[in-house]
């Protein structure tokens, strides 16, 4: 009856005919698992990178960076999302981009010898890695806030996949000990753990100033931005429900405070989660406030900008390594706690500045002492374990080499 309703739904929504097509595709893909991993031969020379978003970003994407500019005579195919629009330039030339819901990338993953991902996509793709494969896990975060362990993630559809990507995962990736034991406490306790640091921070710490400027320039003209003007990015993560309350906030108040603190012209970004963005238009931002959502790469904006603000997102934990002004703002702790997901550690432990409301993010900003919070970052940084110091990318791409 749940198939059936299924299929009445695609009908509605694609047509008859296309329905058909649709149908006969999942069931070529269904079986082409079982059948595949036994006669499709592993090519050694194949790697296979896959991002929950499908875009060119995140850890894979510097390791592949490094993969090109070291000349490894390997095979690169990127698995892309169906509704992904590419772009020239979106991608190396040396990379070749496959739809990963196709009966093509599925052969791909099948012949691949290594498959490096960021999320649990091999598990979500429903394939089983071969003991000729290597599955390297990168994840997409770094030291972390929140737990996402199975004792506290309401999603069981998720911890399922979770659970199969953990089991068959050969190496997982860490920047430091605080997240290695994070990782053999939640899904990935049979990995090895290559403690190398995150491939995609290696910029925060070896960006130049030529290579900001041209950074800064690049995102400014793709957005429209005013060059010249500071910049201030705004990037809280989701909220199960949906609700976007929690992402209420004045802009033109929080530019004053800004100015008035670190002195100069203020623009903000914003920068919503996946799951958040496609709820938002850009009619809802105000003068000076620019949408950035859709850019692709985080951590190139965490180059430019001048400060940041979240709430529970841990691209601030990359973002300290810069040692640029970060502050937490959040206006439903002990709601978020309770719906959504517990942390790691009481926020108060974090270097930067904590505001339960607009009122505190705005003091916090006016008394912040610059040479007090690059203690703190050191001495997190070092309390936690952290080996991030720029060359993460080379250790993984070496270690890699290895095993081919």
Known sequence: MRLLSKYIEKVTEYGVFASIL???????????????????????????????????????????????????????????????????????????????????FLWHLSTARIIIDNNIGVASLGYRVKKSQCLIETWHGS????????????????????????????????????????????????????????????????????????????ICEKFNIPLGRKLCMYAPTFRDDKDLSPYTINFARLKVALSDKFGGEWVILVRFHLRVKELLSDNEFPQDVYNVSEYHDIQELLCIIDVGITDYSSWICEYMLTRKPGFLFATDTEQYEVKDREFLLPLTELPFPFSANEDELITNISLF????????CDNFLKEKGSVDDGNAAERIVNAIQKII
């Open 143 to 218: 030291l972390g806030i929140k737990r996402f362990d199975a004792d506290v993630n309401k999603d069981q559809k998720w911890i399922r996949r979770a659970v199969r990507e953990g089991r068959m995962t050969s190496y997982i990736i860490s920047n430091s000990s605080f997240e290695s034991e994070i990782y053999k406490n939640s899904f990935w306790n049979p990995a090895e753990i290559w403690k190398f640091g995150h491939a995609r921070n290696d910029i925060l710490l070896n960006g130049d100033m030529v290579y900001c400027e041209n950074m800064n320039k690049k």
């Open 369 to 376: 002492d610059e040479k007090e919070y690059v203690s703190r």
């Open 22 to 104: 649709i149908v006969i595709e999942k069931l070529i893909k269904i079986s082409f698992f079982p059948i595949g991993k036994y006669l499709c031969r592993v090519d050694q020379d194949k790697i296979v990178f896959l991002t929950f978003s499908g875009r060119y970003e995140c850890n894979p994407k510097w390791i592949c960076e490094k993969m090109i500019q070291k000349k490894m005579p390997v095979k690169y195919i990127w698995g892309i999302t169906r509704d992904l629009k590419i772009e020239t330039g979106d991608f190396p030339e040396q990379i070749q981009t496959v739809r990963r819901n196709t009966v093509k």
